[in-house]
């Protein structure tokens, strides 16, 4: 654990004020739910909570299946990180923190298609991040849980109508999951 040397008092109702500057590093948005552990010494550790997080290993099953049936590498992502990756770029993606651009992609709702007049859409925030070839956003209950992206595939310009129903038909499957 790592020591910020910020200290923060209890108010009279029981809450307390985390620092712009550590909400920001952790993408902590408002309405963000954190989950809270306590240890006997009387740690109190507050930690993200992702929804999509309880659905990692089925999410990493349908990557690889996805990433089998169309061929391009592929990942799952949580509106702060990619939890789930297939294909030759897994490693270049697995865990890592995901670009502005893409936040804005989910934000907006809608799916994103490399050379609809929009801009390169780098995956990760990384310097030398792969650009992703589709997006689609992962709704549930209304609200943006993440979303499904889809590389380029080797000699393909961009993807065709049938990657783009297979990839939102994942995520509206796993925004389905989600509700249950």
Same mark, same amino acid.
């Given at each position: 654990m790592k020591a =910020?040397?910020?200290v923060r008092r209890i108010d009279d109702l029981g809450?307390?004020?985390?620092?712009?500057?550590?909400?920001? =590093?952790?993408?902590?948005?408002?309405?963000?739910?954190?989950e809270i552990y306590t240890? %006997?010494?009387?740690?109190?550790?507050?930690? %993200?909570?992702?929804?999509?997080g309880d659905l990692e290993g089925f999410a990493g099953e349908i990557c690889e299946s996805l990433h089998k049936t169309i061929g391009a590498s592929c990942a799952i992502c949580d509106r702060d990180?990619?939890?789930?990756?297939?294909?030759?770029?897994?490693?270049?993606?697995?865990?890592?923190?995901?670009?502005?651009?893409?936040?804005?992609?989910?934000e907006n709702r809608?799916?994103?298609?490399q050379g609809e007049g929009g801009a390169p859409l780098a995956v990760t925030d990384a310097a030398d991040s792969p650009e992703a070839?589709?997006?689609a956003p992962i709704l549930s209950a209304g609200d943006v849980m993440g979303c499904v992206v889809l590389l380029p595939q080797e000699g393909r310009p961009k993807?065709?109508? =049938?990657?783009?129903?297979?990839?939102?038909?994942?995520?509206?499957?796993?925004?389905?999951?989600m509700e249950e």
């Open positions: =910020t040397g910020i809450r307390i004020v985390i620092p712009k500057e550590i909400r920001r =590093t952790l993408r902590i948005r408002e309405g963000d739910p954190l240890e %006997k010494d009387g740690e109190v550790i507050f930690k %993200k909570y992702s929804p999509m990180g990619v939890i789930a990756a297939a294909g030759s770029r897994r490693r270049e993606l697995l865990e890592k923190s995901i670009s502005p651009a893409l936040e804005r992609v989910m809608g799916v994103y298609v070839a589709l997006a993807p065709g109508e =049938t990657e783009r129903k297979l990839a939102e038909m994942v995520a509206g499957f796993l925004g389905r999951q």
